[in-house]
């Protein structure tokens, strides 16, 4: 028996999209962490289960060490992505795609197509629970910002981006899976290069260093914003570029684009 297979990427954060009607409940985990192996699979951060709908489709996300996720923003647009090449949509007359993730419904408009490139502009709701805290790390007090925006996240705000990259392994690692997180969280470090710039390394639950995050680029603003530091209209620099997030009264609106690279299929021996 063979999946069919789609790959995606947003920034270098990379997914392998599967029809979930192809897979069984048992299977999964570990369907995820073969698949997404970069060694003897075919690599990727994620594997996102879709099951197409009228306005869109629904996904079960599940990280590369086959623990499931709430939701990814970058995720959310590798499947929109598909969606509108399915449609046929160009920038002009598509209608907003719904993607139904654990994380809630997040609604997506595409601003542009180019060849396999799509940009959408996505309401990615209300950030909840936000809150700056202390947490104990490797013997120190750390100051973070805690928050969900769908999914959990840990943000340290760092003087600069030399020190954010001489603690981030140690950082990201710890409070990726501190007792402080029952269910583990994803980690940001951020430094404000301006009050509308921010750049920001990511430590992702269930994975490790990526080189974007959607959710991520959207918990990196709000906190920085909830600190006073930032603007609540930035610029969100990582590894792999630069996406847009607007924080406004009624939601955060997260800019940026996903490429469709791929399609095959993977022999199913679990």
Known sequence: MMLDILKAHA??????????????????????????????????????LYTPKKNGAAMTLYNADGGVAEVSGN?????AAWV??????????ASDIAIETAGGVKTLTLLERAHTRYVFRADMGQ???????????????????T??????????????????????????????????????????????????????LIWERGVGPTLASGTGACASAVAAAHCGAANREVDVVSPGGTQRVEWSNTAIALTGWAELVARGEWLLTV
């Not at 995720?75 to 499947?79: E, I, K, N, Q, S």
């Not at 959990?152 to 003087?159: E, F, R």
């Open 147 to 200: 928050l969900s925006v769908g999914n959990p996240h840990c943000i340290v705000l760092m003087s600069s981006y030399e020190e954010a990259e001489r603690r981030f392994r140690q950082l990201g690692q710890q409070l990726a899976t501190h007792e402080r997180f029952l269910k583990g969280t994803n980690v940001e470090l951020v430094v404000v290069e301006r009050p509308d710039r921010l750049r920001i």
């Open 11 to 48: 920034y270098g954060n990379d997914f392998l999209c599967v029809p979930i009607n192809q897979t069984t409940e048992s299977q999964r985990a570990e369907l995820a962490r073969r698949m997404c192996s970069r060694h003897s699979g075919i690599g990727a951060d994620g594997l996102i």
């Open 75 to 79: 995720g959310v647009r590798c499947l």
């Open 127 to 145: 950030p909840d629970a936000l809150q700056q805290e202390e947490i104990e790390v490797a013997g120190a007090s750390v100051t973070v910002v």
């Open 84 to 93: 509108a090449e399915q449609r046929g949509d160009g920038a002009d007359d």
